[in-house]
């Protein structure tokens, strides 16, 4: 490419638009935080958004006029809400915000396209959470096994789910949330699939994301849904061994860690035992584990799908 070719093509790049569908998924609860959050996202500079706002058995009432309604009339649970969403919106890229997360900067969506357009490979990004002026942010949303800074950038191989931008095709490629979870470690099988669809995740440590602090209070459901998702999450995507070595790594780490909280054991175990009891997926849904290409790329990155 000359260079007058290449100083034109920066130049379309920079006035091109990047069409956005955004997903923001509530049970309407927390109206004046999910309105913070449209607020947020109808501020943002550079894009063309769709959004809708799927009421997880809610009709949606008292959001922007701008903003798409879709009501579920039950509550189908995270991953599967989001999913309702998605074809009701239209964009090369897609956003799934939380209805108590926001955009503190107007840049935020452009930014993260500019770096899919730059580096096309990179199917799924994550940015930095934080609590403007509030505490200091969980190292749990750092998604590394080695948290590091959190500014650091890197790839990374699970995501914290109430922010996280796509290429719509990786999205479709991977085949979206997997909508049985309910909630816990849906980020991580939505990771895997995007790696083993041939594109990488990227965690976006200079960009940041606001969300509450919150203090993290856990339940005996929690707890449950932890370990049944963690088996689930090996049994819908990891061959013979892996399956078993990633299970057994993740339950050794898990009664170590709690061996006098026997409280929360309990619960765990029954999720655990749950996990190879019952059905991961969904009615007519493909059973189609990662393949072998796949789990090595994970590897060859700094991540083999067995911890």
């Known amino acids: ?107 935020t969506l452009m930014r993260m396209a500019q770096l899919m357009r730059t580096k096309p490979k990179i199917g799924l990004v994550q940015p930095r959470v934080e609590e403007p002026g509030g505490p200091a942010s969980p190292k749990r949303w750092i998604p590394r096994l080695k948290k590091g800074e959190a500014d650091h950038s890197s790839n990374v191989f699970s995501v914290w789910e109430g922010a996280v931008c796509m290429q719509r095709k990786a999205f479709d490629e991977c085949g979206g949330w997997p909508s049985t979870f309910w909630y816990a470690h849906e980020g991580i099988e939505l990771a895997w699939r995007v790696w083993d669809a041939g594109y990488s995740v990227w965690y976006m440590g200079d960009l940041a994301v606001a969300h509450p602090v919150m203090d993290p209070s856990r339940h005996d459901e929690y707890f449950y849904m932890n370990a049944r998702n963690r088996v689930w999450l090996a049994r819908r995507n990891l061959p013979w061994p892996f399956n078993w070595m990633y299970v057994g790594s993740w339950t050794l780490m898990q009664c170590l860690k709690w061996a006098n909280k026997p409280d929360q054991l309990q619960p765990w175990f029954e999720g655990w035992r749950d996990g190879w009891k019952l059905d991961p997926w969904s009615e007519n849904e493909r059973h189609k584990k990662l393949s072998g290409r796949g789990v090595l790329r994970m590897a060859r990155h700094g991540r083999p799908p067995v911890v």
């Open 1 to 107: 490419m000359t260079e007058s070719n290449r100083i034109l093509a920066q130049r379309f790049e920079a006035n091109r638009k990047y069409t956005f569908g955004v997903v923001v998924l509530t049970q309407g609860k927390r109206l004046e935080e999910l309105n913070r959050g449209f607020d947020s996202l109808l501020a943002q500079k550079g894009v063309e958004l769709d959004i809708v706002c799927v009421g997880n058995g809610w009709d949606p009432e008292g959001i922007p006029p701008a903003v798409k309604r879709l009501g579920l009339p039950e509550n189908l649970g995270i991953p599967a809400g989001r999913n309702a969403g998605v074809p009701h919106v239209k964009g090369e890229f897609l956003f799934f915000l939380d209805d108590d997360a926001w955009l503190p900067d107007d840049t």
